[in-house]
């Protein structure tokens, strides 16, 4: 028997938070797994770099800034994505971490947490609904985090992220349901501290357990094989240490 082509290869892969930290690590990682990625944050500079590099490489990479709180952003992302090809990989990293203790998480840290965090991955997923089943299926990947899981440890001042982490679990469960007849399958992956800038902004003092390249690599681990892991699944990643 033939081996099964690796999933990703010649595909289109959106990656939101492309532009620093795990959402970087992740598009490389995805355009070496053979597939375009398009670069998606709000700092072009920062993507503009990423996509030189991975052609540098001789990957295929497109930088698209774009703010996914903004529907009319998300709308074009797609629109330009599906210039190149429709988009059957879907990974949302984009987020945002404002620290503040709860009695003084004003309404505007609330809001601004969840538009873009939950509201963003959201719009990211909706758009990708359509391309995807046109195309018989797809796969997301939504980062959570261990902070938006039950009963794991709690750290002050993260109210809003928390909260914002909770829903985008539960969005990929719904997605799930409503993707299976259609081929569309969507996990999220909840780590814990990852050594990036919102890790240091958020708890400079924890230590962290796990670099972005291995968040990475268990990202495409997941994508690229022949099957998934059960559609509407939360994947807590602790330290490897
Ligand atoms: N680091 C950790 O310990 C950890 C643990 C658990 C879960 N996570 C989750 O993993 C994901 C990546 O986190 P990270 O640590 O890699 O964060 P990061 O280093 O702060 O990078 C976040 C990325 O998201 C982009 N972004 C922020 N707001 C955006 C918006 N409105 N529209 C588009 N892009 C936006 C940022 O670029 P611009 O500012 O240029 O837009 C940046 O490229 C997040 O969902 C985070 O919640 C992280």
Redesign the pocket.
């Known amino acids: 028997m033939p081996e099964p082509q690796p999933w990703l290869r010649g595909r289109v892969a959106i990656v ?9 690590a992740t598009a490389e990682a995805i355009a070496r797994a053979g597939a375009h990625v398009v670069l ?4 072009a500079s ?1 993507l503009d770099e990423l996509a030189q590099k991975i052609h540098d490489a001789g990957g295929g990479a497109t930088a698209v800034p ?4 903004r529907s009319d952003d998300v709308e074009r992302l797609f629109e330009l994505a599906s210039r190149i090809g429709p988009p059957t990989a879907l990974v949302c ?5 404002y620290k503040a203790p709860f009695e003084e998480t004003v309404l505007e840290i609330w809001d601004q947490t969840l538009r ?2 939950l509201t ?1 991955t959201y719009l990211c997923c909706r758009a990708a609904f359509a391309p995807m089943r046109r195309a018989g299926g797809g796969r997301i990947v939504n ?4 902070s938006g899981v039950y009963a794991t440890e709690k750290f002050p001042g993260l109210a809003a992220y928390n909260v914002s ?1 909770f829903g985008v679990i539960g969005l990929t469960e719904a997605i799930a349901v409503e993707g299976r007849p259609h081929g569309i399958v969507a996990i999220s992956i ?5 050594d ?4 240091r902004r958020a708890n400079p003092q924890l230590r ?1 357990g796990l670099t ?1 390249a291995q968040v990475a690599a268990l990202i495409v681990s997941m994508v690229n094989g022949p099957i998934v892991p059960a559609s509407g699944a939360n994947i807590p990643l602790f330290s490897n240490a």
């Open positions: 939101t938070g492309a532009g620093k930290g795990i959402g970087r998606a944050a709000r700092t920062h774009a703010d996914v709180s990293a984009a987020a945002v971490l873009v965090n963003g980062l959570a985090s261990l982490k909840s780590p814990g501290a990852v990036t800038e919102m890790l962290a972005p």
